[in-house]
């Protein structure tokens, strides 16, 4: 297989290891925001997107999942 973001190859949840470290390292980020602010996922990943810090991979994986919510939400 190969990863859904940069066609790398991927072992684990179709990412290869750099975008899988960041994909694990948002999910991870995401309940401490969540327990502090209350914000829905795709508010998360708009505003980590939007942060000068987060590292290219990061938003790599970012863009990737905020698209995907995009194509799930008109499938519906």
């Not at 290891?17 to 948002?26: D, E, F, P, T, V």
């Not at 980020?29 to 795709?42: G, R, T, Y």
């Not at 505003?47 to 905020?66: F, Q």
């Amino acid at each position: 297989m190969s990863c859904k973001i940069c066609g790398r190859p991927s072992k684990k949840e179709n990412y290869c290891n750099l975008h899988l470290k960041a994909y694990q390292n948002i999910c991870e980020k995401f309940e401490a925001w969540n327990n502090a602010l209350e914000v829905s996922w795709i508010d998360y990943l708009v505003s980590i997107s939007k942060n000068s810090l987060t590292g290219e991979w990061a938003k790599e994986v970012v863009k990737y999942l905020i698209e995907d919510e995009s194509r799930n939400v008109k499938e519906k």
